[in-house]
């Protein structure tokens, strides 16, 4: 079965970088779509950047646009997430996610992803 496992967080001054990873494990195919998310406990969770696949086309949420960059090695089945210029509002539990549909050509954050790894955190400090 799919896995996906993530690495990369922990605590960093304002205005700091982090660079998150999220291995992919268990499938012999590449998922079309593949994002970040992100949940503060009681709050929605909230999409940060998608990346299609096929083209490698990137979506982001309008609040790390410009900050935050996602992209994937595809010989090693990792998608990553560089997080520049953080700031106390990025604070959260940032998930990786894939999924899996053949007909997608590009990716949103309200498809329904197949499989997400259990977290890891980020804490900003201003």
């Known amino acids: 079965q799919v896995q996906l496992v993530e690495s990369g967080g922990g605590s960093v001054q304002a205005g700091g970088s982090l660079r998150l990873s999220c291995v992919v494990f268990?499938?012999?195919?590449?998922?079309?779509?593949m994002a970040w998310f992100r949940q503060i406990p009681g709050r929605e969770r909230e999409g940060v950047a998608t990346?299609?696949?096929?083209?490698?086309?990137?979506d982001y949420a309008a609040s790390v646009k410009g900050r935050f960059t996602i992209s994937r090695d595809n010989a090693k089945n990792t998608l990553y997430l560089q997080m520049s210029d953080l700031k106390p509002e990025d604070t959260a539990m940032y998930y990786c996610?894939?999924?899996?549909?053949?007909?997608?050509?590009?990716?949103?954050?309200?498809?329904?992803?197949?499989?997400w790894g259990q977290g890891t955190q980020v804490t900003v400090s201003s």
């Open positions: 996610a894939a999924h899996y549909v053949p007909s997608r050509s590009s990716c949103s954050f309200h498809f329904v992803y197949h499989y």
């Open positions: 268990g499938n012999t195919y590449s998922p079309y779509c």
């Open positions: 990346i299609y696949t096929g083209t490698s086309s990137t």
